[in-house]
């Protein structure tokens, strides 16, 4: 379960962040108390309606059959993957602008004595922030039962907690490690986390592929080589490499070709970024 409570640390620590600027901007109003209000309220739906998706995925898994099942992981395993590299793309290009643009959209709402639309700025921030972290544990949520489901909502507790304590360090010395270092080195970590997810969909797709007897170039499902040896990634420290980094000590061709266009891909996607920002 160290994959929930690093993907709940990470994704608290943003929405903590987003009400804490939010908190802190509204603190300097005339009518705070009022503001306030407003905010909380905004959080609890942020909540509530992540937890509903949660629900509903955990619902539709659960009314598939077997087929239909690995077809669903596939895809959530898939689609996490493209939305964790969409969110630190975006995270990269726009750590810095964060609170302005908040704020300023804040600011508008003010204007227009529109209090319920502060609420809808927080719950769809919060929202965000839950329906990734929903979609990134999709395949945990799915496998939940009697059996691992208290080990799942520790881990929850657990990535929380220590975001709020996060939190609450980073305030205290924020000067000698900046925010953006911060972002930058959980999102590469989260990069890594991302190639692992799809490394799990396109293995899971060509063992599907390969129970339904479909005809696919034997060379994708061979064994590229064997490190077990070295590092095996059924032990302890394999299995955590295994978990974060995409780790395999006997990965098949297909699996090493989906790393490195992954790699590629990334390197071509965040230098091109890189540029733009620079010639903006």
Known sequence: MGQVTFVIWRESIEALLLISIIYAWLKQG??????????????VIGCATSVMLALLIYGVFNV????EQSIFMIGMEIAACLLIVQMVYWMNGHSQSIKSNIESGLTAQIEKQSWWGVTFIIAIAITREGSEIVVFLSS???ALNKNNAAEFFMSVFSGIS??????????????F??????FNVTGVILLFLAVSLLLKGMEES????????????????FTAWD??????????????????????????WLSVITFI?????????FLRGGRNEQQS
């Open 30 to 43: 005339t009518d705070t108390h009022h503001g306030l209000k407003y905010l909380w309220f905004g959080v």
């Open 64 to 67: 598939l059959n077997d087929t």
């Open 140 to 142: 945990f949520i799915m």
């Open 162 to 175: 220590i975001a709020v304590l996060t939190i609450y360090l980073f305030s205290l010395c924020n000067r």
């Open 177 to 182: 490690i900046p925010w953006r270092i911060f």
């Open 206 to 221: 060509i063992n599907l592929l390969l129970e339904n007897d479909y005809s696919i170039p034997e060379f994708l499902y």
């Open 227 to 252: 490190t077990s040896g070295i590092i095996d990634d059924s032990n302890l420290f394999g299995n955590l490499l295994f978990s974060f980094f995409g780790y395999r000590s006997q990965p098949i």
């Open 261 to 269: 266009v992954f790699w590629l891909t990334m390197a071509w996607l």
